[in-house]
Structure formats: C-alpha cells, structure tokens
C-alpha cells in the first residue's frame, strides 16, 4: 500500500468516528483538530466545542480574548485543555497496516535523513486524510469550523501553517484577522530607518544580556499587532524563519503544500 491508501484508510475511520460522535455533543463544535505526532507515531483527534471554550475562558488568569493574542494558540485553540481531545479514531486494520511506518517513526537507529524522511511521511498521510475526510453536515458544526492538523509544541507560526494547509484561507483569516493585520503594519512601517532603529536596540538588549523588562521599541499598534501573532519584536529586527513564515501565513491566498522534509516548516524541529 502507498501512503495514499494509507489516507484513505485514515480518512474512512476518521469520517465514521465523527458521523458517530458528532451527535453525541451538546454544544456547537468550531474545531476539529487532528492530532499527528511525528515523535511517536499517533494519529488522533481533538474537538473543540463552544461551552468548553467558554468555561475555559471563565478560569482564573485565563486570557479574555478569544484570538487577540498568541493567534491560534489563545485559549480557544489550545486543545490540550478541549473537553474532547486525543481520542482514538482508527480501526483495528488501519493501525495494522499503519503499524511497518509507525515503527520506523519510533526507530532511533535511523540516521536524519531516513528518520526525516518516515516522519515527514506520517505528517503528510494526516494531512491528506484530513482533506479527503467530508465532515459529516450537521446542527453542531459552526460555519466557520476548521479542520485541521496539529503537531506538538508548535510556535504560533507553526500552528497556523498547519491550520493553512487543510484550512480554507478566507475562512482562516476571518477566524484570525490579526496575521493581515501584522503584515500591512510591519510592512508599512519597515523602511531603512525603522530597521536600523530595531536592529540598534536588540544589539543593545543583546549586550545587556536579553533583561525581561527592556523597553519595546516598536508602535503601540505594531507591539500589539506582533504580539497577537506571538512573534517577540526582537525577530522583526532582520530577515529570520520565524518573521518570513508569519508573513507566509498572512500573505496566503491558497493552501499551504508540502515542503521537503530536510526544511519544510514547521517539520523541521522534529525531523533532525
């Protein structure tokens, strides 16, 4: 079997478990989060529903915006803390024919390049059974659910780089409005002067050994802005992977493809 048989079969359990479960919920769903461990080898799901996000918002210290700051790492979106999430979805006869790859994602004997390579491949075969799975219509789906794949410990770029490659561009930038936003103020502000004035101040903030309470030097619009995509305004100083892939997200007119293994973000954490 190749790997896109292996989404097939992926994809057939995925759309059973949610025709099955999704009536079961009480409340309105506005995600549903494939979990794809590229360390491991798991493939499960998690699922977002509106009264969790609102307890979850209700918690002490809890941030009060649902998307302002960190992006789709708010509150919202953290789906280690969703009522429903990492649950099993696959068949007995999927994890069998799953299991030759799982093994080799788990295998630390391989050298980077293999290793890069099977883990790369288990991301992928998530991904394309995502976009093969039709999630069943329904009263509990929001109009603007997404449906996507997630990775551990992404950084706020990262998470929205996976959302945008299953997930609808526009509906993606209504739900998080702030990447545009990020990208038409750092562009209008970036001009000769304003990078020497940046780069000047974190030579200074380096010098001084990175202190917690050093002065911002962007905007009060532009620090929010930077915030709200959970960049620290320290990259914005020169041309870096963090600041190049949050104008990626933002500048997204189509899904996001596949990028090679060896420097495709935001794999690449995991894959050497």
Known sequence: MGDLDFARSVAADLHGFLAQFLPTVDSRVYA???????????????VGTESNAQAMLAWPGSQKSYDDLWGPKSTRWNSGDW??????????????????????????????????GMRHRWVEIAVAAVKLTEVPAGPTITDDCL?????????????AYMMLRTVDPERFH?????????????????????????????????????????????????????????????????????????????????LIGSEPCDRGFPYVQYLV
């Open 147 to 159: 449906f996507y794949v997630e990775l551990p410990e992404l950084t706020p770029p990262g998470y």
């Open 174 to 254: 209504r739900v998080f409005p702030q990447w545009r936003r990020f990208a038409d103020q750092f562009r209008a502000a970036r001009d000769t002067e304003f990078v020497k004035r940046l780069q000047s101040a974190a030579a200074h903030m380096k010098a001084q050994s990175f202190p917690r309470d050093y002065p911002n030097p962007l905007s009060p619009a532009l620090a929010a802005s930077t915030d709200a995509v959970g960049l620290w305004w320290y990259v914005l100083a020169e041309s870096n992977a963090d600041l190049e892939n949050a104008l990626k997200v933002a500048d997204a007119s189509e």
């Open 83 to 116: 009522h429903y999430m990492v649950m099993d979805f696959l068949s007995e006869s999927t994890l069998e024919q799953l299991a030759p790859l799982k093994a080799l994602v788990n295998d630390n004997s391989l050298d980077d390049a293999t290793a890069c």
């Open 32 to 46: 549903l989060a494939v979990w794809a461990d590229p360390v491991y080898g798991d493939i499960q799901i998690s």
